[in-house]
């Protein structure tokens, strides 16, 4: 038990040691927001607001780019922020934001979904988190999938996939195969967290159950992007597998 355990601590210390290697660069939106690129079209948007009763929480979101579109993952958590991001994004990166994806209905996912639907931005979702909103009476995605759904942003491809409960009973993951970039959002834990945190709206019978689909699915991913924190490499999904177990 101890050598599994050593082994396991060494392979996330090896982990977090080869990720250190990467130099991120980082740009300020306003006091509020900063983005993170990871690659070349792929960006990490971290947004900071009061969410009660946890405070002033970090949350993040993606955003990936090719030949003059977006698709954006996740908004901050108010309409004002996500049009300071929008802007942002319309202004710096130069691209048109054609598709928006939620990972879940929570505030720090798609708080911003209605400012959104005033620019007429098409956006997909779980058919469990479009029928989430309408029982919560919250702004409804506009299209709904079951299993998987593929976007074509550009020329290239991003994949959304429902693999069961975890955080929440809808929450997804999108794969974002040109850039091996996974965003897993509050599904996934930093290497920072001791607990799984909120999962007042979720399953912990199933968590283990979905982390492990997850991490098997995607083995090769460079990138692991949780809903809150510091992103890294597949050791998230280590990690949180331990955390749920």
Known sequence: MKVLLLISVFCLCLAKSSFAQYQFHKFKVNDDIYVVQ?????YVHQSYSLIPPWGRVESNGVIFTDNGEAALLDTP??????MDLMN????TLKVKVV???PNHWHVDCMGGLAYLN???????ANERTRQIAKEKNLPVPLHGFTDSLTLTIGNKKIICSYLGAAH???NIVVWIPSESVLFAGCMAKELKSKTLGNTVDGDLKEYPVTIKKVWDKYPNAKFVIPGHGEFGGI???QHTYDLSK
């Not at 958590?77 to 996500?82: E, K």
């Open 88 to 91: 942002w994004i319309k202004d």
């Open 235 to 237: 050791e998230l999904l």
């Open 99 to 101: 598709a928006f994806v």
């Open 168 to 170: 929440t009973l809808d």
């Open 77 to 82: 958590v108010t309409d004002s922020l996500t």
């Open 38 to 42: 990871v690659s070349d079209n792929c």
């Open 118 to 124: 005033s620019l007429g931005i098409e956006s997909y």
